[in-house]
């Protein structure tokens, strides 16, 4: 007879609130308008983030380990918590425009986030399946909301593309059950330990579950060369829905990944070099494809390519050192991604975005907003003093470290030829413009100046005192704990 599964209400209530909030966008959508629903939600994220707030040191679990709310789980659902956040805010001024202000959007939005929630509450691969594909096939709705040619042709490449990821991840974590027996983070990283016990055959197993794990989630973070999708649907997409794919989905899939071969997989064979070379690849083709831009919002979908090979960087790290620069580098990119492209949103004529030309001389007619850009560039290319800068040299850090001093020296060297996208539109800004005055959709609106002003805070005072965040994540505790043992 089985067991009865121990259900804790403590550590699933984040995750509750989150989802009372898609159902309440579900059914009063047809009472209520968009926007009071929008501002419900933003309430029900802040009381989400204050119920994760109460669960801090707890360890509580739930479902017999198959959802656990450790530290760890808390600060990356935090991360994801900020980018919803920040998304529900920007899309107050610009859903009108783009032709998605209805209650749908708030829909799919909270359950993806519920869905990402999953992936860092997991115990198991089970949980974070149920949670990636929550967030997977929300997003490949969001996609498409917008009754566009573009947005439609972006969707069905995310929705061919992320299907085929799922597959390979769900193929990948049969094979690891099958050689160890277990879905269970804890007892597969306690089966992985042993790896001498397992027979040959159960090592070709693991190598090739691990493989295919790796391959599924690359799909999902855009780690070259399963990154094809990510320009044309991050181009394609409203720029609110671009905003939240390249924040909190992608947060939520490096959580994904730090759970997985941060802890249940962190001794098998085979993954780590394998992944040092997705991420070489990444950092090259990333940078020098975002060379080769003129489109501002392409130019950042590149940008998201290669902060992808930096943070998995990070996962190349000790659990320790590369969690904690994890989790420091996905709250600073989350913030500074968020802030550009909501400026984006605020300007754009249109959802194509705007030509790099098109900021020349902004600083004279939205000053506010060309310096917010700047900074946001600036930390994005890892310039001192802001948080970027602090971010990626936890990266390097972690991976050189443990040994990849070769894949350090490469991200350097990209790290410079991104100053050179970064600082051109950055000095346009403040470039005096000869041309007929430009047009831009329309004046500052306050959720967007919130929105922008929250993340050029935070990325100016996380560069300043980066112990602030940094001296939370830094706690070797927390990430010694992932596989949930």
Known sequence: MLPTPEVALAPILPILIVLAGALASTILGFHMPRRNLTIINLVLVVLSGISMGTLWNSGARSFNGGLQADNAALLLGLVILVGTFMTLLVSLDTAWRARVSFPELDAMLMYAVTGCL??????????????????????YVLATLQDSRRSEESGLKYFLLGSVGSAILIYGMALVYGATGSFNYAEIALRVGTVSNLTPANVGILVGGGLLLLAGF?????????????????????????????????????AGM???????????????????????????????????????????????VAHT?????????????????????????????????????ALQRSETGMEISDLRGLYYRHPAYAVALAVCLASLAGLPPFAGFFGKYLAFQAAFQNGYMWLSVLAALTSVAALVYYLRPAMLLFMPDRTPAREYAHG??????????????????????????????????????LAGQ
């Not at 969690?323 to 909501?342: K, S, W």
């Not at 306050?446 to 300043?464: E, K, M, Q, W, Y």
């Not at 005192?465 to 010694?480: R, S, T």
């Open 118 to 139: 999953l992936i860092a509450f997991s115990g198991d691969l089970i949980v974070m399946l149920i949670g990636l594909e929550i967030m997977s096939l929300s997003g």
């Open 309 to 345: 090979g930096f943070l998995a960087m990070a996962l190349l790290g000790t659990p320790q050192l590369g969690g904690a620069a994890l989790g420091y580098y996905l709250l600073i990119y989350t913030l500074t991604t968020a802030a550009a492209l909501a400026i984006v949103a």
């Open 444 to 481: 500052q609106r306050p959720p967007t100046n919130f929105t922008v002003g929250l993340g050029v805070a935070g990325v100016v005072l996380l560069g300043i005192l980066p112990n602030l965040w940094y001296g939370w994540v830094a706690n070797p505790a927390i990430w010694q704990r």
């Open 258 to 304: 730090l759970r997985v071969f941060g802890g249940a997989l962190a001794d098998a064979p085979g993954w780590a070099s394998t992944l040092q070379i997705l991420t070489a690849a990444t950092l090259i083709v990333g940078n020098m494809a975002a060379l080769l831009q003129t489109n501002f919002k392409r130019l950042l979908a590149y940008s998201a």
């Open 218 to 254: 690359a799909f999902k973070v855009a780690l070259a060369p399963f990154h094809q999708w990510t320009p044309d649907v991050y181009s394609g997409a409203p720029t609110s829905i671009s905003l939240f794919l390249s924040t909190v989905v992608k947060v939520a899939a490096f």
